[in-house]
């Protein structure tokens, strides 16, 4: 029984090899070509316009009316607080209030009777002016027990949950305007001369597959005084799939130049040595180790040694080392 399960499965196998090996593989003649030369930054992508929303004063929080990714518009409210003690203190402020404007009146008539002194309403009318001042502060103050977005935009955090404690100062959510985005990158001292040249800058999001053009590109005026590097900002056009805190790699463009490259999609690399499948004349499949250079143009590699122009690179190696393998099973 084991005989025809083992023979079965090599039977198989040769099947899929000579399926595999039947597959045409997609090559690349390399040869030297012009490219934009310039050097890579790792960046975080971040929002244009966002703002943190806090607490102006303490209380627990007794309603949430938004979540992360909900979109808000300017003034929808966000989150109530408890406002009881607010509450309180506006009573105790009207109160206040009421008694200064009666004690102000009555001085004001007994002035214009000759029985109190011009001194007498002068006090009258600075406690009155206080108590007015103090009704209006206790009115403002309860009005922050409702949290409101002040723009529209995406919840892109919540800081706190329902029952918590807010105190002044306390971050309750972070929104953004998801219309403007750019990349903020740190670029070292050394590199600056070149920087201030730079007009293009291309952006690649590697978890998404994507390289975009960036729409402006600016070099901010300042260094680090600890880590001694200035930040570039590189505005993006209109991206719905991106969002602030994505990792992404600015490319900056410095120039052109001829260069022998291979996609980097093509490269295989076993720890340090980097090799490429080469298609011979004949058809057959080798492995060339390859001494690579800097990062090129969207998504090449230069190469310094291992190809001379006119090679056949297979862009696929995982698919290439399959079809190497599967090469002797289909020919027996």
Excluded at 45 to 66: H, K, M, N
Excluded at 268 to 284: F, I, K, L, P, S
Aim: aromatic share 4%; glycine share 8%; charged share 20%.
């Amino acid at each position: 029984m084991r005989i025809y399960i083992l023979r079965a499965a090599l039977i198989g196998l040769g099947l899929f090899a000579a399926s595999v090996q039947a597959e045409p593989l997609t090559v690349l003649t390399v040869r030297p070509h012009a490219v934009e030369l310039g050097f890579p930054v790792e960046a975080v992508v971040e929002a244009v316009q966002q703002t943190t929303v806090g607490a102006q004063l303490p209380g627990r929080i007794v309603a949430v009316s938004a979540d992360v990714g909900q979109a808000v518009k300017k003034g929808e409210v966000l989150m109530r607080l408890d406002a009881r003690e607010a509450a309180e203190a506006v009573r105790a402020a009207e109160a206040q209030y009421a008694n200064a404007k009666v004690n102000f009146e009555r001085t004001k008539s007994l002035v214009a009777q000759k029985f109190m002194s011009a001194a007498a309403l002068d006090k009258a009318k600075a406690d009155f002016d206080a108590a007015s001042a103090s009704r209006a502060a206790a009115g403002v103050s309860q009005s922050h027990a409702t949290i409101v977005a002040p723009i529209a935009g995406i919840v892109a955090r919540r800081h706190a949950e329902l029952g918590d404690m807010a105190m002044p100062g306390t971050p309750l959510f972070t929104i953004f305007q998801p219309g403007g985005l750019r990349v903020t990158a740190s670029i070292p001292q050394y590199r600056l001369n070149e920087m201030r040249g730079v007009r293009t800058a291309r952006v690649e999001f590697p978890e998404l597959g994507k390289w975009v053009e960036a729409t402006a590109v600016q070099l901010l005026p300042t260094a680090d005084a600890a880590t001694h590097v200035s930040q570039v900002r590189v505005v993006l056009p209109p991206m719905p799939e991106a969002r602030p805190g994505m990792f992404v790699r600015a490319h900056f463009v410095t120039g052109q130049g001829e260069k022998l490259t291979v996609p980097a999609t093509a490269v295989w690399r076993r720890g340090e040595v980097a090799t490429v499948y080469v298609q011979g004349a004949d058809g057959r499949l080798s492995l060339r180790q390859l001494r690579l250079g800097d990062a090129v143009g969207q998504g090449e590699i230069e190469v310094l040694a291992g190809l001379a122009a006119g090679d056949k690179v297979v862009t696929d190696p995982v698919k290439a080392a399959i079809a190497l393998k599967a090469a002797p099973a289909a020919g027996r």
